[in-house]
């Protein structure tokens, strides 16, 4: 009988591994996730995790780290139009799909919902302006310089955000190494959504903004000491920090950033006058 239940449980809890042109997805009670092998930062945080001889000259790369993507999503989820991540650990897998996913994917790997998941109705912002403004100021916050078109979906014309990476790299607290970030992000063709919302600024964008770090200054030290201890990453208070001082300059971060951006955009503007006029 115990055997029976067994399977009976194990049946129920089994989801769906989908493996095309290189992406794996894994669909279980309605939810479709994408699958990603698991990676240390590019640039180790902790040197005593690295032999001496590599202390130096570490190559910066794209990567995916679940545990800082999860963190990243924890804080923004309901603040933000994006998608939930979760670690294997979350996901109740069989034994029969770890093997099948470390197959797949790799030896460790983590969860990343679909964007389609979502409908225009579930997620915080239905605007597209609206969910533009309070990503910007977010992604300011964590420090995601990634967070362009190619992460970027459509559900209803309204855009969800996925793949936080890139977030929170210890290179990138100083805001003026971040600008940097974004302009070489540019010059190689991911324009960032921080960048985007810059050069086409409005009045509007500018109280969409202001009310987004607002509602941002409200997270509570607590709730980022647990998100950081729930989400898995190395050494959690060094996170926690990086986050909490974050939001004590984002105001002025955002200023910092905005005026890198506003001689160009002013610039642009005059161009385009000028040649409506000739």
Known sequence: ME????????????????????????????ATYFVKENFAPSVQVFKEELPSRRWRGIPETFFSNGPVEKLVSILGL???????????????LTPEEEEELKRLVGPTFYFSRSAYDYTPDKLPFDDPELAKGHQT????LVRNWDDGEANTALVGGVPVWFDFGVSLDP??????????KLEEARRLGRVST?????????RRRSQ?????????QT???????????????HIPAYFAEYISRGLDNLVEDIDII???????????????????IM
């Open 171 to 180: 290179r990138c607290q100083n805001v003026y190494r971040f600008i940097m």
């Open 258 to 276: 905005r005026g890198a951006f506003l001689r160009e955009n002013v610039e642009k503007r005059h161009a385009h006058m000028t040649h409506t």
């Open 137 to 140: 100021a977010f992604d300011i």
């Open 3 to 30: 055997d029976k239940w067994t399977d009976i449980w194990n049946n129920y809890r089994m989801g769906t591994i989908i493996a095309e042109h290189g992406i794996v997805k894994y669909v279980v009670k309605g």
């Open 78 to 92: 309901g603040r933000c139009n994006m998608v939930s991540v979760r670690l294997a650990s979350d996901m109740d």
């Open 194 to 202: 921080i960048v985007s919302y810059f050069m086409d600024y409005t």
């Open 219 to 233: 997270i509570r030290k607590s709730e980022i000491r647990s998100a950081a201890h729930y989400s898995g990453v």
């Open 208 to 216: 969409i903004l202001k009310r987004a770090a607002q509602s941002l």
